[in-house]
């Protein structure tokens, strides 16, 4: 079994509803119950800033501060991780521009929050996910890099620094005269960065697929064919010094429809992923709500499981209204799987008896306005 990552405390100030927090925890599960409302899913989000990005809401970091707190918000956690112990210091307070995110490791500031990675891995599944197959491409996308960003930490990094080169390429574009050989430098660097991409999120799909093909027999999750679409479609195959080359020549090529429609029309940054029931064969936009939630259950599973397989860490597991649509069955099955795991999970509802099948696996705190007492 995979070494179990954990938070032993976590401390909040001023972030969203709690003016401050402190909590202690141990190796178990945390469920946290209460009115809608009372600040559970707050609480969750806070263990969301423990990994590199905006948080399981994409929130601006001045909508996080507390309503009438004098300066930002801060997270702290002590934390049993993949390098053993170690506190983690993060947020916004005492920051000089107030908005600036901070990181400390054991209380020496972090030249990146990819460092974050190092120690654990945050993975969830929220409510606002649920629209995950019906909604824009976009959503998906996102969706498919965090996976991927679990497993290779340097992924964000070439996300970003893809958008910034198609930002400058578009803005040049714009130009009466483009500089035809700074078009090219760009060129390259997104071909170079936007083939990494995609042939990481390649790699992604096939090693979800082979887990889902080994550990899908009776599971209560149905499992999900994943595929993308979009950007050189069926060509993943060649050597990647070849894609790159061609979509050097298909980002040349369109220069001028690009300059006409005022943005990119080529590339990883609009593919699509496409998911389907695996047992119905069907696309997952079609099925039923009840089918839908059950596929992006059995999806997040898959993927947890894979990041524990691969790291030798098992993540912690954000599941926020979990047992709210699903029969008793499936909600013991799920605590069942989610057990097995080997990780710590903090999953939230409105009714504790929705849990009673964790037992002693977990521990049980009541949130209302903006305290945690259990």
Excluded at 38 to 64: C, I, Q, W, Y
Excluded at 165 to 174: C, D, E, G, Q, Y
Excluded at 251 to 278: F, M, N, Q, V, Y
Aim: glycine content about 10%; aromatic content about 6%.
């Amino acid at each position: 079994m995979p070494h179990k990552v954990f938070l032993s405390r976590l401390k909040l100030t001023d972030f969203r509803n709690y003016a401050a927090l402190s909590l202690d925890l141990d190796e178990r599960h945390v469920v946290l119950t209460g009115d809608n409302g009372a600040g559970k899913t707050n609480l969750m989000e806070a263990v969301s800033f423990l990994t590199p990005g905006r948080g399981l809401r994409r929130a601006a970091h001045a909508d996080v501060s507390r309503v009438g707190a004098d300066g930002g918000f801060s997270v702290f956690a002590e934390l049993e991780g993949m390098e053993g112990s170690v506190e983690i210091g993060t947020g916004t307070l005492g920051s000089e521009d107030g908005q600036a995110r901070r990181l400390r490791l054991n209380g020496t500031p972090a030249k990146t929050v990819d460092e974050l990675l190092d120690h654990l891995r945050v993975l969830w599944l929220t409510p606002a996910m649920d629209g995950l197959f019906t909604g824009p491409s976009g959503d998906r996308r996102r969706f498919l890099d965090r996976l991927v960003l679990s497993l290779d930490p340097q992924h964000g990094r070439r996300a970003t620094d893809y958008e910034r080169a198609m930002r400058s390429r578009n803005k040049l574009l714009s130009e009466p005269r483009p500089d035809p050989s700074w078009l090219t430098g760009l060129e390259r660097q997104m071909a170079e960065l936007g083939i990494s991409m995609a042939l990481a999120r390649q790699e992604m799909l096939g090693l979800l697929a082979a887990l889902v093909e080994k550990n899908n027999e009776g599971s209560v999750f149905p499992a999900a064919d994943l595929a993308l679409s979009g950007f050189l479609d069926g060509q993943w195959h060649r050597p990647a010094f070849d894609l790159e080359e061609d979509y050097l020549v298909m980002l040349k090529e369109g220069r001028w429809r690009d300059a006409g429609a005022g943005r990119t029309l080529d590339g990883p940054h609009r593919s699509d992923l496409l998911i389907r029931h695996r047992a119905k064969d069907m696309e997952a936009a079609r099925c039923s709500t009840g089918e839908q939630k059950a596929l992006l259950v059995g999806l997040v599973l898959a993927h947890a499981r894979l990041v524990a397989n691969m790291t030798g860490h098992a993540p912690v597991l954000l599941l926020d209204e979990i047992a709210a649509h699903l029969d008793e069955g499936r909600r013991a099955a799920l605590f069942d799987l989610v057990d097995d795991l080997g990780g710590q999970s903090f999953m939230t509802g409105t009714d504790q008896s929705m849990f009673s099948a964790l037992g002693d696996r977990a521990r049980f705190f009541a949130v209302a306005n903006g305290t945690v007492s259990g």
